[in-house]
Protein backbone atom coordinates (compact mmCIF):
# COMPACT_ATOMS: atom_id res chain seq x y z
CA UNK A 1 0.00 0.00 0.00
CA UNK A 2 1.73 3.43 -1.00
CA UNK A 3 1.34 6.02 1.32
CA UNK A 4 1.28 9.95 0.17
CA UNK A 5 1.86 13.14 2.18
CA UNK A 6 0.01 16.26 0.66
CA UNK A 7 1.18 19.25 2.18
CA UNK A 8 -1.85 22.09 2.80
CA UNK A 9 -0.78 25.60 1.37
CA UNK A 10 -3.36 27.20 4.07
CA UNK A 11 -0.95 28.99 6.50
CA UNK A 12 2.04 28.76 4.18
CA UNK A 13 3.16 32.21 3.56
CA UNK A 14 0.58 33.03 0.70
CA UNK A 15 2.42 36.08 -0.87
CA UNK A 16 4.92 33.49 -1.86
CA UNK A 17 2.92 30.47 -3.30
CA UNK A 18 5.39 29.78 -5.89
CA UNK A 19 7.82 29.89 -4.07
CA UNK A 20 6.29 27.75 -0.90
CA UNK A 21 4.79 25.09 -4.02
CA UNK A 22 8.60 24.88 -4.44
CA UNK A 23 9.12 23.97 -1.23
CA UNK A 24 7.28 21.15 -1.38
CA UNK A 25 8.71 19.24 -4.30
CA UNK A 26 9.40 16.21 -2.32
CA UNK A 27 5.78 15.20 -1.39
CA UNK A 28 3.32 13.71 -3.38
CA UNK A 29 0.45 16.28 -3.91
CA UNK A 30 0.06 19.76 -2.78
CA UNK A 31 -3.39 20.13 -0.69
CA UNK A 32 -5.33 23.64 -1.50
CA UNK A 33 -8.03 24.50 0.75
CA UNK A 34 -11.01 26.43 -0.68
CA UNK A 35 -12.78 27.91 1.29
CA UNK A 36 -16.19 30.11 0.90
CA UNK A 37 -17.10 31.08 4.09
CA UNK A 38 -20.19 29.68 3.86
CA UNK A 39 -19.68 25.51 4.21
CA UNK A 40 -16.69 27.07 6.69
CA UNK A 41 -16.97 30.45 8.61
CA UNK A 42 -13.02 31.10 6.56
CA UNK A 43 -12.51 32.23 3.16
CA UNK A 44 -9.16 31.42 0.87
CA UNK A 45 -8.92 31.55 -2.44
CA UNK A 46 -11.35 30.15 -5.57
CA UNK A 47 -10.46 29.02 -9.25
CA UNK A 48 -8.27 32.10 -10.29
CA UNK A 49 -5.50 31.17 -7.73
CA UNK A 50 -5.43 27.27 -8.55
CA UNK A 51 -5.33 27.84 -11.99
CA UNK A 52 -2.80 30.03 -11.93
CA UNK A 53 -0.67 27.81 -9.34
CA UNK A 54 -1.63 25.31 -11.73
CA UNK A 55 1.84 25.29 -14.26
CA UNK A 56 3.89 26.15 -11.28
CA UNK A 57 3.24 23.48 -8.82
CA UNK A 58 6.14 20.63 -8.92
CA UNK A 59 3.42 18.25 -7.51
CA UNK A 60 -0.61 17.69 -8.63
CA UNK A 61 -2.68 19.42 -6.75
CA UNK A 62 -4.76 17.79 -4.08
CA UNK A 63 -7.67 20.81 -4.21
CA UNK A 64 -9.96 20.32 -1.14
CA UNK A 65 -12.99 21.95 -1.41
CA UNK A 66 -15.12 23.17 1.60
CA UNK A 67 -17.44 24.98 -0.62
CA UNK A 68 -21.83 24.90 -1.01
CA UNK A 69 -22.99 23.95 -4.30
CA UNK A 70 -20.26 21.33 -4.81
CA UNK A 71 -22.24 20.21 -7.54
CA UNK A 72 -21.94 23.75 -9.65
CA UNK A 73 -18.14 24.08 -8.58
CA UNK A 74 -16.40 20.85 -8.41
CA UNK A 75 -16.00 20.38 -12.09
CA UNK A 76 -14.55 23.48 -12.98
CA UNK A 77 -11.44 22.48 -11.33
CA UNK A 78 -11.42 19.58 -12.88
CA UNK A 79 -11.86 21.11 -15.62
CA UNK A 80 -9.29 23.42 -15.23
CA UNK A 81 -6.76 20.80 -14.82
CA UNK A 82 -6.73 19.80 -11.08
CA UNK A 83 -5.36 16.58 -10.77
CA UNK A 84 -7.45 15.58 -8.06
CA UNK A 85 -10.45 17.35 -6.88
CA UNK A 86 -12.60 16.98 -3.70
CA UNK A 87 -15.89 17.85 -2.87
CA UNK A 88 -17.82 17.54 0.91
CA UNK A 89 -20.41 15.04 0.65
CA UNK A 90 -22.53 17.31 2.57
CA UNK A 91 -22.37 19.87 -0.01
CA UNK A 92 -23.00 18.17 -2.94
CA UNK A 93 -27.09 17.16 -4.20
CA UNK A 94 -26.36 14.26 -6.03
CA UNK A 95 -22.81 12.87 -5.11
CA UNK A 96 -22.32 10.04 -7.45
CA UNK A 97 -23.12 12.10 -10.78
CA UNK A 98 -20.51 14.82 -9.34
CA UNK A 99 -17.72 12.05 -8.91
CA UNK A 100 -18.44 10.63 -12.20
CA UNK A 101 -18.16 14.04 -13.60
CA UNK A 102 -14.97 15.02 -12.21
CA UNK A 103 -13.38 11.65 -13.40
CA UNK A 104 -14.78 12.30 -16.90
CA UNK A 105 -12.86 15.58 -16.87
CA UNK A 106 -9.76 13.31 -16.12
CA UNK A 107 -9.14 14.27 -12.29
CA UNK A 108 -8.86 12.33 -9.25
CA UNK A 109 -12.76 12.12 -7.86
CA UNK A 110 -12.45 12.59 -3.95
CA UNK A 111 -15.40 12.95 -0.96
CA UNK A 112 -14.92 14.04 2.43
CA UNK A 113 -16.98 13.67 5.48
CA UNK A 114 -16.73 16.27 8.11
CA UNK A 115 -15.98 15.08 11.14
CA UNK A 116 -19.70 15.03 12.65
CA UNK A 117 -20.62 13.03 9.60
CA UNK A 118 -20.77 8.74 9.43
CA UNK A 119 -20.40 7.04 7.12
CA UNK A 120 -23.77 4.85 7.49
CA UNK A 121 -25.32 5.09 3.47
CA UNK A 122 -22.45 6.09 1.98
CA UNK A 123 -20.50 2.74 1.61
CA UNK A 124 -21.88 2.03 -1.69
CA UNK A 125 -20.47 4.89 -2.45
CA UNK A 126 -17.12 3.80 -2.45
CA UNK A 127 -17.06 2.21 -6.19
CA UNK A 128 -17.48 5.53 -7.65
CA UNK A 129 -14.66 7.31 -5.75
CA UNK A 130 -10.99 7.29 -6.55
CA UNK A 131 -10.37 9.12 -2.43
CA UNK A 132 -12.21 9.15 0.74
CA UNK A 133 -11.74 12.18 3.25
CA UNK A 134 -12.32 11.37 6.78
CA UNK A 135 -11.58 15.10 8.20
CA UNK A 136 -9.61 14.86 11.39
CA UNK A 137 -10.68 18.63 12.67
CA UNK A 138 -13.79 20.22 12.31
CA UNK A 139 -12.87 21.97 8.64
CA UNK A 140 -12.15 25.47 8.47
CA UNK A 141 -8.87 26.52 10.13
CA UNK A 142 -5.46 24.72 10.10
CA UNK A 143 -3.33 24.08 13.33
CA UNK A 144 -6.05 22.65 15.02
CA UNK A 145 -5.73 19.38 17.34
CA UNK A 146 -6.20 15.89 15.69
CA UNK A 147 -9.71 14.18 16.49
CA UNK A 148 -8.62 10.66 17.94
CA UNK A 149 -12.31 10.30 17.60
CA UNK A 150 -12.45 9.97 14.19
CA UNK A 151 -9.92 6.88 14.29
CA UNK A 152 -13.02 4.38 14.47
CA UNK A 153 -14.23 6.40 11.45
CA UNK A 154 -10.97 5.46 9.37
CA UNK A 155 -10.70 2.29 10.13
CA UNK A 156 -14.28 1.31 9.19
CA UNK A 157 -13.14 3.18 5.96
CA UNK A 158 -10.44 0.83 5.36
CA UNK A 159 -12.18 -2.20 6.25
CA UNK A 160 -15.22 -1.37 4.04
CA UNK A 161 -12.53 -0.53 0.88
CA UNK A 162 -10.77 -3.68 1.48
CA UNK A 163 -13.82 -5.70 1.65
CA UNK A 164 -15.17 -4.05 -1.62
CA UNK A 165 -11.28 -5.08 -3.68
CA UNK A 166 -11.49 -1.16 -3.94
CA UNK A 167 -8.45 1.10 -4.67
CA UNK A 168 -9.81 4.36 -2.76
CA UNK A 169 -6.88 6.38 -1.20
CA UNK A 170 -8.03 7.04 2.33
CA UNK A 171 -7.38 11.03 3.40
CA UNK A 172 -6.94 12.29 6.81
CA UNK A 173 -6.68 16.18 7.15
CA UNK A 174 -6.50 18.19 10.40
CA UNK A 175 -3.83 17.95 13.00
CA UNK A 176 -1.59 15.80 10.89
CA UNK A 177 1.60 15.93 12.75
CA UNK A 178 4.93 13.29 13.67
CA UNK A 179 2.63 12.72 16.98
CA UNK A 180 -0.47 11.67 15.05
CA UNK A 181 0.28 10.01 11.86
CA UNK A 182 0.79 6.98 13.29
CA UNK A 183 -2.27 6.57 14.81
CA UNK A 184 -4.12 7.20 11.55
CA UNK A 185 -1.58 5.04 9.35
CA UNK A 186 -2.35 2.29 11.70
CA UNK A 187 -6.17 2.62 11.67
CA UNK A 188 -6.02 2.70 7.73
CA UNK A 189 -4.91 5.95 6.22
CA UNK A 190 -3.05 6.40 3.62
CA UNK A 191 -2.76 9.89 2.11
CA UNK A 192 -1.70 12.57 4.71
CA UNK A 193 -2.98 16.05 4.93
CA UNK A 194 0.38 18.22 6.44
CA UNK A 195 -0.64 21.90 7.04
CA UNK A 196 1.22 23.40 10.04
CA UNK A 197 3.30 20.32 10.18
CA UNK A 198 5.17 21.02 7.32
CA UNK A 199 4.85 24.82 6.79
CA UNK A 200 5.92 25.79 10.21
CA UNK A 201 9.23 23.25 10.04
CA UNK A 202 12.20 24.87 8.87
CA UNK A 203 13.05 22.22 6.57
CA UNK A 204 9.95 21.35 4.80
CA UNK A 205 11.73 18.30 3.25
CA UNK A 206 13.00 16.75 6.63
CA UNK A 207 9.32 17.51 7.75
CA UNK A 208 7.93 15.42 4.81
CA UNK A 209 10.30 12.63 5.11
CA UNK A 210 10.00 12.20 8.38
CA UNK A 211 6.09 12.23 8.11
CA UNK A 212 6.50 9.96 5.12
CA UNK A 213 8.75 7.27 7.56
CA UNK A 214 6.55 7.22 10.57
CA UNK A 215 3.36 6.55 8.39
CA UNK A 216 4.97 3.63 6.74
CA UNK A 217 6.45 4.39 3.56
C1 LIG B 1 -8.69 22.52 7.52
C2 LIG B 1 -8.02 22.21 6.22
C3 LIG B 1 -6.71 21.57 6.38
C4 LIG B 1 -5.68 22.38 7.13
C5 LIG B 1 -4.80 21.42 7.87
O1 LIG B 1 -10.01 22.81 7.32
O2 LIG B 1 -8.83 21.34 5.45
O3 LIG B 1 -6.20 21.12 5.13
O4 LIG B 1 -4.88 23.19 6.32
O5 LIG B 1 -3.93 22.12 8.67
P1 LIG B 1 -3.16 21.41 9.88
O6 LIG B 1 -2.32 20.30 9.30
O7 LIG B 1 -2.34 22.51 10.45
O8 LIG B 1 -4.18 20.89 10.83
ZN1 LIG C 1 -7.93 20.42 3.67
Redesign the pocket.
Known amino acids: MGIRISP?I??SDVSDLRGELARIASADWA?I?V?DNHF?P?LTWGLPVVEAILPHSPVPLDV?L?IEDADRWAPQYAEAGAQGVTFHVEAAQAPIRLAREIRRLGARAGMALRPATGLDGLVELLPEIDMLLV?T????????S?LDAMLPKIRAARTAVSAADLDVWIQV?????VETIERAAEAGADTF?????VYRAEDAAAAIAELRGLAGG
Open positions: SLNHDMVNHMMVEPGFGGQFDGGVNVAGSA
